[in-house]
């Protein structure tokens, strides 16, 4: 500023995000004739069993439906060789997640998680450029120990620092997702169980509900990279 | 020409005049065949029963029921003994029951079986045969009795009760929530 020049002052602003839970609600019931008999397995037990492990599986499909939702720019196939020299991949795949990644940390994004399927993370793992990282010619998947079948998280995964790589059947093949683990909040809401009994009709019931929602907080925190396995 | 390797009597020819007392029967059962003698038939190689009388009262061979060809026994036999100690059981079977025409056969086991339960006393099997030494079969309680009051055996496994593992949870960031809303406020950093 100049002589005499004065800053007028500021003020800055806050801005409200609502979100509202919603409910999940298991619920099974079984008849009084059901108990007067005797079964080989313990069928109550299965069904409660189910219930719970449904639940969880639900929620990391809501969590993997919200992140697909992000913004996208499209990638390179990190499958996919060169035309003109087939011993070697056609691109590299650290740009791919490293130029979008620069605009997330741009955005005070502390980037810290890569999610994707696990054909993606294969297609990764095997990219010749990564293997000019590992001091090898051959990709990574003929050393062994790479492919194994499910999900699973890489806490150190070569060539990306910093970041836990989450792979899962839930997310779509052809997709890799760069982030802040702050951009996307699963908002744990309360639970209830109960046991009723309705005596007139003859059954009793087992229900437990649970309150969750899963929500994109800060959009400008993630990233949706799209084609980077075919 | 027919050859008469071995005879049911003692004195065939005795009991050869007394013709209506001869029979030549169709019994289903070989056990209870009634015979004077046994004829080869040098043409099929069995050993056969069954004769009729001619009109000056000598037996002629009918050969109406087979009881052992004797080629399949020979060439059984021969190769079980060939085989020697190496004979597998399927060898000794056929050795052993090799040639016997179906009538006979059941008849040939049972002996066999009783010979060798009572290492080879001829007595002692004829005893087993057809005294109460023998089991009865119809009174051993089978698998196949009593199906409806069978207890049936259950793995205590139930197969196809896996969920599998997700992990996109650990992707975000949970926040406990107490109540049913949740308001999040966002610093506008860029005045």
């Known amino acids: ?230 | 020409m027919s050859q008469q390797v071995s005879t049911g009597s003692e004195n065939p020819f005795s009991t050869m005049l007394q013709a209506n007392r001869r029979r030549i029967t169709e019994l289903s059962d070989a056990a209870k065949q009634v015979s004077e003698a046994f004829w080869f038939n040098p043409q099929t190689k069995q050993i056969t029963i069954g004769e009729r009388f001619g009109n000056n009262g000598e037996m002629i061979p009918t050969y109406d029921v087979n009881v052992r060809n004797v080629e399949e026994m020979a060439i059984a036999q021969n190769r079980a003994r060939s085989a020697g100690v190496a004979a597998s059981n399927t060898e000794i079977d056929h050795a052993k029951y090799g040639g016997w025409s179906q009538e006979f056969l059941p008849v040939v086991m049972e002996w066999i079986d009783a010979l060798e339960r009572t290492h080879g006393h001829i007595k002692r099997a004829e005893d087993y045969l057809t005294t109460g030494s023998r089991a009865r079969s119809a009174g051993i309680v089978r698998a196949g009795d009593f199906t409806n009051m069978v207890v049936p055996n259950v793995l205590g496994q139930v197969l196809n009760t896996i969920v599998r593992p997700h992990f996109l949870l650990q992707a975000v960031t949970t926040v406990p929530v107490p109540n049913l809303t949740v308001s999040i406020d966002t610093w506008l950093w860029n005045i």
């Open chain 1, 1 to 230: 500023m100049g002589e005499f020049d004065y800053a007028v002052s500021q003020k800055g602003s806050v801005s409200r995000q609502t979100f509202a839970l919603k409910k999940n609600i298991g619920h099974i019931a079984f008849s009084e004739e059901f108990d007067m008999q005797q079964y080989y397995h313990n069928v109550e037990q299965l069904h409660v069993n189910y219930i719970s492990l449904q639940n969880e599986v639900s929620k990391n499909q809501k969590v993997g439906t919200e992140l697909e939702t992000a913004s996208s720019a499209s990638s390179n196939d990190w499958g996919a060789l060169n035309g003109t020299n087939p011993a070697v991949s056609l691109s590299n795949p650290l740009d791919d997640l490293g130029n979008p990644g620069d605009t997330l940390y741009d955005s005070l994004a502390n980037v810290d998680r890569i999610i994707t399927g696990t054909r993606a993370r294969r297609d990764f793992y095997t990219n010749s450029y990564l293997s000019y990282l590992r001091g090898m010619m051959q990709p990574a998947g003929s050393a062994g120990g790479m492919v194994s079948w499910g999900g699973g998280i890489d806490g150190t995964m070569e060539g990306v620092g910093g970041v836990k790589w989450i792979f899962d059947r839930l997310i779509t093949a052809t997709i890799a997702i760069i982030m802040d683990s702050q951009a996307v909040w699963f908002l744990d809401g309360p639970k209830r169980q109960a046991v009723y009994e309705d005596s007139k009709i003859g059954f009793r019931g087992i229900v437990s509900k649970d309150w969750h929602a899963v929500k994109t907080v800060q959009s400008t925190k993630i990233k949706k990279l799209t084609g980077v396995s075919s």
